[in-house]
């Protein structure tokens, strides 16, 4: 009996069988859960401000210059450009509405005022290059330029928009 129960060991090895425990369950497996987290900011929203205007005013173009409105509203001639009695500039203005307390960055960019028939151009500056929105969650800036004259501009009124973009820091 001995002899057939080496047999069959020295069988089994020679193909390919061997014995080895078997693992249990338990202990080879462990999970756990995770946690996740989501905060929705309120949208930033920029309006322009009801009757405002980048107000360049009443000029005479002479041989050409600019016209130049602060942020703050103050006009001022270049070259051979001068206002006339009465001129009034004005800058233009913007609200911004957004998550409390968040900074956000401001750009503006060039534009053109047309009669219908000829465009002049002009770049703009904002107030400010970034804010920070209130506790209440609103802020405004305000916006002016420069328009640059070649003196060969028909008399006549004049008007035209830019962009003007604010984004979340």
Known sequence: MKKIILASAIALVSIGVSASPALAASGNTSSASGSATATVVQPIVLTHSSGAALGF???????????????????????????????????????????????????????????????????????????????GGTASFTVGGQLTLAGTEAAGAYAGTYSATVTYN
């Open 57 to 135: 005013g009443r000029f005479t173009t002479g041989t050409g210059g600019s016209v130049t409105v602060s942020s703050a509203g103050v006009g001022s001639v270049g070259g051979d450009v001068a206002f006339v009695p009465g001129s009034t500039n004005s800058a233009d203005a913007f609200t911004v509405t957004g998550d409390a307390s968040r900074s956000f960055s401001i750009s503006t960019g060039a534009g053109s005022v047309t009669d219908g028939t000829t465009s002049i151009g002009f770049t703009t500056s904002a107030s400010a290059a970034s804010g920070t929105l209130s506790v």
